[in-house]
């Protein structure tokens, strides 16, 4: 896999995708957050820049020859726990390599708004690796490029092989995206970096999702 062909296939792809989702700066440079944006989204039509960004990937993919598209007509179904919002339509990504993980897409809404909220799962069944926006409060907004670079760190993890989930049950799980990792509910279990040792070692006692890079 050629990563600076892959990126340039994305970016070309995002400039039709994104033409109608412009970006925007992080509203609160300063930490400057008022008491009322706790409550509200004035803008939810704005995080469509994900979904757009999501499609992008999906054609950059495709056109590469690395996954095959499926347009899923039950998205709720797929997951082996539900992703945690409503998820009103979601694409798959089948890798050609046997071993690789697919890649999903599911788009929620905020405010009614359709495809304001992406779940970026992996997997099949799919577990879910990552949901942006987290919140959708214009508190919690940091602008379009975070969000955009947190959405590429976790597609690309999957696409190179190199994300693992862990799945321990009740809610305790592990998520672990090339060099960042997050964990739930995991105070009380061995530390992390051994639990994710022994998953890509193929030991784990868990339940583990990981896969090969796609090419």
């Known amino acids: 896999m050629d990563p600076v062909g892959l990126d340039r296939a994305v970016d070309e792809a995002f400039a039709v995708t994104g033409v109608d989702t412009p970006p925007w700066p992080d509203p609160h440079p300063h930490g400057d957050v008022r008491d009322e944006e706790y409550s509200r989204c004035a803008e939810p039509e704005k995080y469509r820049v994900l979904a757009a960004r999501a499609d992008a990937w999906t054609q950059a993919l495709s056109r590469l020859g690395l996954g095959e598209v499926e347009t899923l007509t039950d998205p709720a179904a797929i997951w082996r726990r539900g992703p945690g919002v409503a998820v009103s339509g979601a694409v798959r990504l089948r890798p050609v390599r046997a071993d690789a993980a697919p890649l999903v897409f ?21 577990v879910r690796l990552e949901q942006l926006p987290d919140c959708g409060c214009d508190a919690c907004d940091s602008g379009s490029a975070d969000l955009l670079e947190t959405l590429d760190e976790v597609v690309v993890a999957v696409v190179t092989g190199t994300f693992v989930h862990v799945d321990a049950g009740e809610g305790r799980e592990i998520v ?35 896969g090969q890079a796609w090419g």
């Open 176 to 210: 672990c995206t090339g060099d960042s990792w997050s964990a739930s509910n995991w105070d009380a279990l061995p530390p992390v970096e051994e639990v994710l040792a022994a998953a890509r070692a193929g030991q784990s006692p868990y339940r583990v999702v990981r």
């Open 106 to 126: 599911g788009f929620s809404a905020i405010d009614e708004v359709p495809r304001t909220v992406l779940v970026v799962g992996a997997g099949e069944p799919a």
